[in-house]
């Protein structure tokens, strides 16, 4: 069991609050206490927010209509860079998550990409700046923090290099919780760990090989090993390639079929095909963190919305 800074709730209804997204950013946040029907909701909401993927996959229309829907051109992405500067400061989240928590436990899931860095052509680049590693680090000094990337967890880790943290990386899939005792934990964290689909790291590995070898051609293409999913990125190559880019994934996807393909920013996404998401990793933190089926905590999601769209759409 885990003792975090606690700001107890005085009112235990189970509603679930989406907090607007502040004016001239684009952070959005929502939080839900988590017990039956508010279970349920927090479960639909963090599917919602967290799953960049299934976000794609509801757009509808062709594949290469959503892969342009979800890209914005080059001056919305040098906008979408400049306003992502004005990120907030740990004193910006942590009033942010009190006021919206309403006095219940708060525990902080972050998103990496477009959240704590800004999105750049090299994903290998996409390095956090010291002023966020400290709001982090504030932030985690007060309430229990996980971030929750699509990259490999490794790889977060090496970017973020905090290790009061819980990562879930790959989608979720790949959970380890912090290595050392911070603040706010009062239990051996370090027994937090938890993967989802293990079995499919041979094919996933086989599926790199080829990918990496179809992708070669196309300049610009990069496929990306997030241990147990792939990204294909295509941010770096020439629309008119796209069309055939998507045909060589799909192409080699056909033959395997307990493999999935869906989309985010300039990147398709090979994952396994199981009931593991973003969504459930969250539940799971809940759960290790002594929190389940309580009224009084609050899940406090923070990830970047794209400027000009929806947040059904924010891929
Ligand atoms: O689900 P997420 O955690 O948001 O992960 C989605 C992808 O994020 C990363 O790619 C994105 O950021 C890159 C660096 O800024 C950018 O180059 C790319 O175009 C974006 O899609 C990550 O590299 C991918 O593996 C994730 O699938």
């Known amino acids: 069991m885990t003792k975090h800074a606690t700001f107890v709730s005085n009112d235990a209804v189970a509603a679930v609050v989406v907090a607007p997204a502040q004016a001239g950013r684009h952070f959005s946040s929502f939080s839900a206490p988590i017990k039956g029907a508010a279970a349920r909701d927090c479960k639909k909401q963090a599917a919602v927010a967290l799953d960049l993927a299934a976000a794609g996959v509801v757009t509808g229309g062709s594949w290469v209509e959503s892969m342009k829907a979800s890209s914005p051109r080059r001056a919305a992405a040098d906008a979408e860079h400049g306003e992502w500067m004005m990120h907030p400061s740990a004193l910006t989240w942590f009033e942010s998550a009190l006021g919206a928590a309403d006095g219940k436990q708060i525990v902080m899931f972050l998103d990496y990409d477009g959240t704590l860095s800004p999105i750049v052509e090299d994903p290998d680049r996409a390095v956090m700046s010291e002023e966020m590693r400290d709001a982090v ?3 985690a000094k007060h309430f229990p923090t996980a971030i929750v990337s699509g990259r490999c967890r490794d790889k977060v880790f090496n970017f973020v290099k905090l290790h009061e943290l819980y990562y879930a990386g790959s989608h979720g899939m790949d959970i380890k919780g912090p ?6 934990v009062e239990a051996s964290a370090e027994a937090v760990h938890f993967q989802a689909g293990s079995e499919f790291l041979p094919v996933i590995e086989e599926v790199y090989r080829t990918l990496t070898s179809k992708m070669e051609p196309i300049p610009g293409a990069k496929v990306e090993h997030n241990k147990f999913c792939l990204s294909v990125h295509f941010r770096c ?22 493999l999935k393909l869906t989309h985010g920013r300039k990147v398709l996404e090979i994952r396994p095909s199981i009931k593991w998401d973003k969504g459930k990793a969250l539940e799971f933190l809940i759960k290790s963190l002594g929190y389940a089926g309580r009224s009084d ?16 759409r924010y891929i």
């Open 137 to 139: 680090r504030g932030v």
């Open 297 to 312: 905590v609050f899940p406090y999601t923070l990830v970047m919305i794209a400027p000009t769209r929806t947040p059904s």
């Open 179 to 184: 290595t050392v005792q911070s603040n706010n």
């Open 237 to 258: 190559v020439q629309e008119e390639e796209w069309e055939s880019l998507n045909q060589e994934v799909r192409s080699v996807l056909k033959e395997y079929p307990d």
